[in-house]
Each structure stands twice: as structure tokens, then as C-alpha cells.
């Protein structure tokens, strides 16, 4: 039923998705960027669905909570207390490892407004749980929803980064003033 969904908001909406073959392994975690509006979950979810892709992702808390919390868990949101300092990479590392199939969504800015540079919690994630990381986008511009391809992570950090922003430098959010492409 959610393919279905996903294929019809997809098209209703007038958007394509576009995600490679290589793109197919079974964990990883998955950029969300940019990230300049509420719109971006429906696009997202839309993409997975269709792809029948299980995903799980990192939400603001109160979303999670009554009286409406249940609708979101039930469409793979994890609650995020932004106030409470927490291992959330070891805790994140350990539901990839557990899980036989899952896309973790992050939102590497950590909001929808504009920041100086990403949380690398994305990072550390899939470095701890030995899982690539998907560049995942919505472009806005073009009408385009999917993943760029999968970068594994290597033992410089920089490097990796340096990948990760160059992917995204032509990608447009839906409000593009509040997204800064240097990343690091």
C-alpha cells in the first residue's frame, strides 16, 4: 500500500525520483539535505515508499509525543530531544546494526533554517555502524526526489566531507536562502 502512496503523491505533485542501482544494500544512512522545509518529509517518505525501502528517521520530539506521536512513529520517525546531550550515534549505530534492512534519515543541518555548518552526527553513525552513506536530495528547482549515490566513508574525514559538499553544491532546497552549501 505505502509503493502505491508513494507513487501517487509522487505524481500528483508533478516530482520524479531518481535513485542508482548501487544504491541497493541493505543499511545505510542516509542524508537529508537540504533541508529547508516541512515538505521535504512528504517527498522523502514518498521516494522510500515507492522504492519499498523500510526508513527510519530523526525527528523533533514533540512529534513524537501525543496525541499525534503515534502517526509519525508509525511512518518511522525516532524522537530527538534537540536540549538533551545523549550518545544518539551510539544509540543510532545500534538500531542499524540490529536491523536486517533500514535507511536512516538524518537531516544533517539539524533544521530547516539556515546554518553555518552541518552536525556531523550523520557521520559518526554510519562510521560506527560500518555503513555507507546515501546522499539523499530533494531538488527542488527540477522537481527531482531520490539519492545521489553512496559514499563510504574512509579514514579522512575531510575528504569524505569535501565529497559530500561537492554533491550537494547544485542542489536547490525549497527555500535556497536558508541553506549554506559549505557544509564543514
Known amino acids: 500500500m505505502k509503493k502505491i502512496i508513494g507513487k501517487a503523491v509522487l505524481n ?3 516530482w520524479k525520483s531518481n535513485y542508482p542501482k548501487e544504491f541497493q544494500v541493505e543499511k545505510f544512512v542516509i542524508i537529508a539535505a537540504p533541508h529547508t522545509s516541512n515538505w521535504d518529509l512528504v517527498f522523502a517518505l514518498a521516494v522510500f515508499w ?14 513524537t509525543k501525543p496525541p499525534h506521536g503515534w502517526f ?20 543510532a549505530a545500534a538500531t542499524i546494526t ?54 563510504y566513508l574512509t579514514d579522512s ?16 532546497g525549497k527555500h535556497p536562502e536558508k541553506y549554506n552549501k559549505k557544509i564543514f
Do not use: C
Open 12 to 14: 500528483v505533485l508533478g
Open 50 to 63: 515507492k522504492m519499498d525501502k523500510p526508513m527510519k528517521y530523526f525527528i523533533k520530539d514533540s512529534f
Open 72 to 91: 509519525f512513529k508509525m511512518m518511522g520517525a525516532i524522537g530527538v530531544d534537540r536540549k538533551k546531550t545523549g550518545n544518539l550515534v551510539h544509540h
Open 98 to 151: 540490529k536491523e536486517k534492512h533500514i535507511a536512516l534519515m538524518v537531516p544533517a543541518e539539524g533544521t530547516r533554517t539556515k546554518v553555518k555548518k552541518w552536525k556531523t552526527g550523520f557521520y559518526h553513525i554510519a562510521k560506527k555502524a560500518n555503513v555507507p552513506v546515501a546522499l539523499g536530495y530533494l531538488d527542488y528547482k527540477n522537481k527531482i526526489a531520490g539519492v545521489g549515490g553512496l559514499v
Open 157 to 172: 574525514f575531510e575528504n569524505d566531507m569535501q565529497i559530500i559538499e561537492d554533491f550537494y553544491k547544485n542542489i536547490d
